[in-house]
């Protein structure tokens, strides 16, 4: 993958460098973790975002390639539907406008992101 990220960054997207953003969720933060449960889902999305941090590290370094982390926030989805009534009406997004925000972020992106972790809204989320 290397290869066509260094291809994509000489590429004239305007940006001057190469953006990977991964899909995670606020449940990986180890820092904002006051709710505890969801396990597994929690362990999954926690090794993405230490996958995704190694990565800015290490790609950061030798070429021009930015990763960083996205958590869309609570969407009705089939997933969070059991969840939702713990979520108020409007912290909870349709998938058009969660995908609206997350465009937002990636088109925004700067070479200085590389290795965050950004909510919806463009917030950062602590590790």
Not at 63 to 74: E, F, K, M, Q, V
Request: aromatic share 8%; charged share 25%.
């Amino acid at each position: 993958m290397r290869p066509f990220l260094k291809i994509g960054a000489s590429l004239g997207t305007g940006k001057g460098f190469s953006l990977v953003a991964n899909m995670s969720a606020r449940v990986g933060s180890i820092g904002d973790n006051a709710l505890g449960g969801w396990h597994s889902y929690r362990a999954s999305k926690t090794a993405l975002n230490q996958l995704t941090k190694t990565a800015s590290v290490e790609l950061g370094k030798k070429d021009n390639i930015a990763c960083i982390l996205l958590h869309p926030g609570t969407v009705d989805t089939d997933l969070s539907r059991p969840f939702q009534r713990n979520v108020a009406k409007d912290k909870l997004f349709t998938r058009e406008f969660s995908v609206h925000k997350l465009l937002s972020i990636i088109d925004n992106a700067k070479k200085t992101d590389n290795g965050k972790f950004f909510a919806w809204d463009g917030q950062e989320i602590p590790w």
